[in-house]
């Protein structure tokens, strides 16, 4: 193919952000006043996504930049997945945030993960991944309403610049030790038994475990999630998350794992099932226990590695959509109020249901999908991931995940119960949900009946 | 197939139920009882025309429905009517209309709520009985969970909350294990045959060595035995009940615990018979402990429900010994026993219930002479207290009489050749009729005869609207024990296919598994 065809048709879902970003700024620096930065930005997210689509359904396949940029089916339907979780993300950010920063900040965040999940060597792997990571920094900071906020967006900056770091070492090890940076020697290295290699492997393993917070490298998580803004932390978590997990795929590819990359990717994600789940069952602040919660999901999604190759996308895809849509339904859903700490304390969510009985039951739903109790489509994904790592003869692991995956239903009736069994507590006034949060809450409302009624349309 | 389509139309009436009410303006709480009501007579009157309809004589599921669902895993959306399920539809869609109408005046607070829930639950286990795919079964399976989880925590008693997370979290722990052996069953049904099938007809084929079989069949029937309940997963239930509001009691006793036994007909026995077989002296044994244990501490309680509460431990353990044996009576009389312990002890809940709400207390010792005051209700208590301990002529004596003479027949060759143990385990659970006539009389003559007491005096007799319910049950409970023959020819031939499937050697030679997994 061409090489300006490919570099400019390939990563059309790129160039679309790029000029949106580019716009956003400009407009910005010449805007007198105060002006609206959302339709802009939203706007771009759905040509982006319906870009990504649009290539994943072509089938298109080009490498506009060789060994560095790859341009697959695999690629672009991850981009698609991606952006698409953004758009009830920058929805309910309405909200919060009406400056122009916060969306420059997010389109370039998602540039960098656009380029993290097309990246064929640690090279633009480890721009994307920094690329995504850095607005997210400022991003914590931006809605900036108490001390806790600076503290915790330090934490994190600190943790990703360790991540970073972890990632490079890894990756120079592999190049001293194979002589190359690309991936698909990664995924040749994986099965070595060479001491240089195996710390290679662990290093870079360890920096995707920092990033999307599997224990032990989960400390930073709950800070960051509670001290950020909603959107923010729904960010973080729906978005953010994804982007990692699909890159790690794309690192992994369908190769084959040494027993002790096995080893690696079974005990820690099986730590951060139980700990996560456990240390959930104690959070008042909503976002704090979705922090938790969301290292259990991190745990899960990393036993998806366990399972054969060519299942590994598909199963990762399908968690990180039905969990997404989930996590950014609770979200949406959740009844604003102008103070911020008190927004989402359980204890002020007391008796929703009989002020807010809509809410309620959204939230309601998005709990019972995320603690995996069918018919809900978080089940299905969770089944779907168990199937595949028990067809690869890992059965105890599996059995000893779903026991892991048994204790976080608690945490997550633990809502339900206050939202519907406590009686009335209307100590803290909630704000009217406005329309841009009640849109995304339709969205992932119908995006969840769509993925629990058809799954078999997504499968296969 | 216009059965099919009408099959198809019962199991999807709730969620038109919920639709209907959500669709009305907030205050209009007469309205949403009417159409609850109404859509469960609707339900009704439509499963009692696929009953009649229904074939005796064939055997294998009718007014099938099977289309693709997941495509690349092989599960299909796929339910039918067959023997083993037909009578339990019957009884769910009998109760539905009773529950409502029973929650008429009891339930004040959240109504548009609780009837989806009534909805949902229903829903859930119409799909329970009706699916003929493990994968369907197990989603309905699990889905019960939400809206009982919600009746009991919204509605309940004080206790309401501990009471709630002890169902689920009990319930859920069995499910997880049994998910585990779901997904390595049909796992090794691909390995060794290399269809990838979620169909029971397919997993009945399964062939696993012995000790796989006994594993997956231990994580089945824990997650069954836990729903049955059998002894000693029982201590959920007592508070689950006690806890619960009438109607969430009524679900409970009267279809709720039958899926556990059904889990067990349908699934966990005939999936795995070479361990059923090897494991049946144990299931004999904690069947005749649940029945005698049940019995024994529904006879100490004071609190009115758990009398009842435990009393449905201890008759579900003559379902769990009919089954068990694998004698052609006995699995019929487990049947005929599931649905007759559904009709009675629904009853006896609603009758507590509509005593609740006169006098607001549960505990016995504040009763007594009520047969002064309240003759009809006594007259009706009565009725169900007979059929309770099983007087012939009653539903609870066709099946507790089947299922004993069951096990007694299947014992009896086994004494004869030297082996003792099963006969022994037999003869014992007669002990539990014997308990279960005293415990309920005792009950019966503290409640309604002796001194008159009774707190919050006076109140009135019964409505006409309980009266309904309870001429409705008490139908039932003579339909069943004057005339099994009808229901025992319904579910014949499943009883035979029961008895074949869990007769049959499905043990896998070991080395052919390990040959056909490397050929993959």
């Known amino acids: ?460 | 197939m216009a059965e099919a389509t009408l099959l198809n139309t019962v199991l999807f009436l709730p969620l038109v139920g919920i639709a209907a009410i959500v669709a009305l303006p907030a205050g209009a709480d007469r309205l949403v009882r009417a159409i609850s009501l109404a859509v469960m007579l609707l339900q009704f009157v439509l499963v009692a025309w696929l009953y009649v309809r229904y074939d005796a004589s064939a055997s294998g599921l009718q007014f099938e429905t099977r289309i693709p669902w997941i495509p690349s895993w092989g599960v299909y959306y796929q339910i039918g009517l067959d023997g083993y399920n037909i009578l339990l539809v019957m009884l769910t869609a009998f109760l539905a209309p009773l529950v409502v109408a029973s929650a008429f005046n009891a339930i004040t607070k959240q109504q548009k709520l609780f009837y989806s829930m009534v909805f949902l639950i229903q829903f859930a286990m119409l799909g329970t009985f009706l699916a003929q795919d493990l994968f369907v079964f197990y989603l309905f399976w699990e889905a019960m969970l939400i809206p009982l989880f919600l009746i009991i925590g919204i509605w309940g008693g004080e206790r309401r909350i501990y009471a709630t997370l002890k169902f689920v979290l009990y319930t859920a722990f069995g499910s997880i294990l049994m998910l585990a052996a779901v997904i390595y069953l049909v796992y090794s049904l691909y390995t060794t045959t290399g269809i990838t099938s979620f169909a029971f007809a397919d997993l009945y084929r399964a062939q696993l060595p012995l000790t796989v079989q006994t594993v997956l069949l231990a994580a089945f029937a824990l997650s069954f035995a836990i729903k049955v309940p059998m002894v000693p997963l029982h201590t959920w239930l007592p508070d689950a009940h006690v806890e619960a509001p009438t109607a969430g009691s009524v679900i409970l006793a009267g279809v709720l615990l039958k899926v556990g036994t059904y889990g067990f007909m349908k699934l966990g026995f005939p999936l795995f018979p070479d361990a059923t077989r090897m494991l049946a002296p144990l299931f004999g044994t904690l069947a005749v402990i649940s029945i005698i244990y049940g019995a024994c501490l529904a006879l100490v309680q004071t609190d009115i429900k758990k009398i009842i509460a435990y009393s449905s431990i201890s008759h579900l353990g003559y379902v769990m010994l009919g089954l068990i044996s694998l004698n052609l009576l006995g699995i019929q009389g487990a049947l005929i026993q599931m649905v007759s312990h559904g009709v009675v002890a629904a009853g006896l809940f609603l009758m507590v219930g509509m005593i609740y709400e006169r006098c607001h207390t549960r505990e016995l010792a504040a009763y007594g002479g009520l047969a002064r005051i309240l003759p009809i209700y006594s007259m009706f208590f009565g009725i169900l207290t007979l059929a309770a301990i099983g007087l012939p002529t009653t539903s609870g004596f066709t099946g507790e009489f089947l299922a004993l003479l069951g096990a007694f027949v299947a014992a009896w060759p086994l004494h004869q050749q030297g082996n003792s143990y099963p006969l022994f385990v037999s003869v014992s659970a007669v002990l539990g009729v014997v308990l279960g006539a005293l415990y309920m009389l005792v009950f019966a003559q503290r409640f309604l005869f002796g001194a008159v007491k009774a707190p919050h005096q006076p109140f009135t007799d019964l409505s006409g609207r309980e009266k309904a319910i309870l001429v409705a049950i008490v139908v039932a409970v003579f339909a069943l024990g004057l005339y099994p023959d009808e229901p025992m020819r319904k579910t014949e031939m499943a009883a035979r296919q029961f008895q074949q499937l869990v007769s049959e050697q499905r043990i896998a030679a070991p080395i052919a598994a390990v040959v056909s997994k490397e050929e993959r």
């Not at chain 1, 900036?144 to 970073?164: F, I, N």
């Not at chain 1, 190049?175 to 195996?198: K, P």
């Open chain 1, 1 to 460: 193919m061409n090489p300006v065809v490919a570099v400019v048709i390939g990563m059309l879902p790129e160039h679309i952000l790029l000029g949106a970003i580019v716009l956003l700024i400009a407009i910005e620096i010449a805007a007198k006043r105060r002006w609206n930065a959302l339709p802009l930005s939203l706007l771009a997210l759905v040509f982006a996504t319906a870009a990504s689509l649009a290539l994943y359904s072509g089938g298109f396949g080009t490498a506009p930049f060789p060994d560095q940029l790859m341009v697959d089916p695999t690629a672009t339907l991850s981009k698609a997945l991606i952006l698409a979780l953004a758009i009830p993300v920058l929805l309910i950010s309405r909200d919060d945030f009406v400056e122009p920063q916060f969306h420059i900040l997010l389109l370039s965040s998602l540039y960098g993960a656009c380029v993290l999940l097309s990246s064929e060597s640690f090279l633009t792997l480890f721009l994307g991944l920094e690329l995504m990571s850095l607005p997210v920094y400022a991003m914590v900071l931006l809605a900036y309403r108490r001390p806790e906020s600076a503290e915790a967006a330090l934490k994190y900056l600190v943790l990703g610049g360790t991540a970073t770091a972890t990632l490079l070492m890894g990756a120079s090890l592999l190049y001293g030790s194979s002589g190359s940076l690309s991936l698909a020697n990664f995924r040749e290295v994986l099965t070595s038994t060479d001491v240089m290699a195996q710390m290679a492997i662990a290093l870079v393993i360890a920096a995707f475990f920092l990033k999307a917070a599997v224990v032990p490298f989960h400390a930073w998580a709950p800070d960051a999630y509670e001290a950020a803004a909603v959107p923010v932390t729904t960010y973080m978590a729906v978005v953010i998350k994804a982007g990692v997990l699909l890159a790690a795929v794309r690192l992994f590819g369908t190769a084959e794992l040494s027993s002790f990359t096995v080893e690696l990717l079974a005990w820690l994600p099986l730590a951060s099932i139980v700990w996560g789940n456990l240390a959930a069952m104690r959070q008042e602040s909503l976002r704090r226990m979705i922090a938790y919660s969301s290292i259990a999901h991190a745990g899960y999604l990393f036993y998806a590695f366990l399972g054969e190759g060519a299942g590994r996308f598909e199963a990762v895809a399908f968690y990180v959509l039905a969990y997404g849509v989930m996590n950014v339904l609770a979200f949406a859903a959740l009844p604003r109020n102008d103070d911020d700490v008190a927004r989402d304390r359980l204890q002020h969510l007391s008796g929703l249901a009989y002020r807010k009985p809509f809410a309620a039951v959204m939230i309601g739903i998005a709990m019972f999908s995320l603690a995996g109790i069918p018919p809900f489509p978080g089940f299905v994904a969770k089944f779907l991931i168990f199937k595949n790592v028990m067809a690869a003869g890992y059965t105890a692991y599996a059995v000893l995940g779903l026991v892991g995956s048994y204790i976080g239903i608690y945490f997550y009736l633990r809502v339900i119960q206050h939202l519907f069994m406590k009686e009335e507590q209307p100590a803290v006034v909630a704000v009217a949900a406005s329309r841009y949060a009640l849109g995304a809450t339709v969205i992932c409302l119908v995006a969840a009946v769509l993925i629990g009624v058809f799954p078999g349309w997504l499968l296969g």
